[in-house]
Structure formats: C-alpha cells, structure tokens
C-alpha cells in the first residue's frame, strides 16, 4: 500500500513562489510515474507536472511550462517548485503516483489520464491572491 502526503501550500500574491512537497510511504519503485494535480472550484481536475523516477525525466502542461519544476528531493519526496504564480494557480493541489510505463509519464499523456489507478494524497491548498 502506498500512500501520498502533501505539503507546502499557503497562500502567496501575485508573482510569488511556493514549494510543495510529497512525501511518500509504503511500495515504492523507480519505475513509478509520480505528478501534481490540481482543481479548482468548478473546474476539472488538471495535471501539472510529472516526472518519471528511473531517469527522472518529465512532463509540465502547457500553463505552466517555465514556472514551475519538478523534481525528485529524494527517492521518497517529489517536489514541485512553483514561481511567478498567477491567480489561475489557485487550487488545490494533489501528489498522485502510479506504476506507469515511461512513455505515458514522460509525454505527458498519464497526466491527462490518471484516474482511479493511481494511489492519490489529500490534497494541499495554494491561494494566489492579488
């Protein structure tokens, strides 16, 4: 059983920085694709950012491609930097990880994909106000 927590949300202005962490607990394999999520209130849940743990290689979504990096802290801890945050960047945000083949994490496409499969944490909040 694995499980996924959160932290590092907050609440920053417009043009601030913020870094989540996710800590991570039981079955654990490089071959694991892990990535942040978030929602909005009345919007659909949106992948941000992936990286695949065995060459470490990742994915971003376009909106926030050049703010925002992903990275493994350790082989337990994946870590999403976030600057120059926007308004659009509030939600909440959930670390998700899941045994995916390489491509699928690495092109983006298990961000687009990821669903009921994939071991999901409760979520941290990030508020960008002003």
């Known amino acids: 059983q694995v499980q996924l927590r959160e932290s590092g949300g907050g609440s920053v202005e417009t043009g601030g920085s913020l870094q989540l962490s996710c800590e991570s607990s039981?079955?654990?394999?490089?071959?694991?694709?892990v990535g942040w999520f978030r929602q909005a209130p009345g919007k659909e849940r949106e992948g941000v950012a992936a990286?695949?743990?065995?060459?470490?290689?990742t994915a971003y979504a376009d909106s926030v491609k050049g703010r925002f990096t992903i990275s493994e802290v350790t082989v337990k801890n994946t870590g999403l930097e976030m600057s120059d945050l926007k308004t659009g960047d509030s939600a909440m945000y959930y670390c998700?990880?899941?045994?995916?083949?390489?491509?699928?994490?690495?092109?983006?496409?298990?961000?687009?994909?990821?669903?009921?499969?994939?071991?999901w944490g409760q979520g941290t909040q990030v508020t960008v106000s002003g």
């Open positions: 998700a990880a899941e045994p995916v083949g390489a491509s699928d994490c690495y092109s983006g496409s298990w961000l687009k994909t990821a669903g009921n499969s994939a071991y």
């Open positions: 039981g079955y654990y394999h490089r071959s694991w694709c």
């Open positions: 990286i695949y743990l065995d060459g470490l290689r």
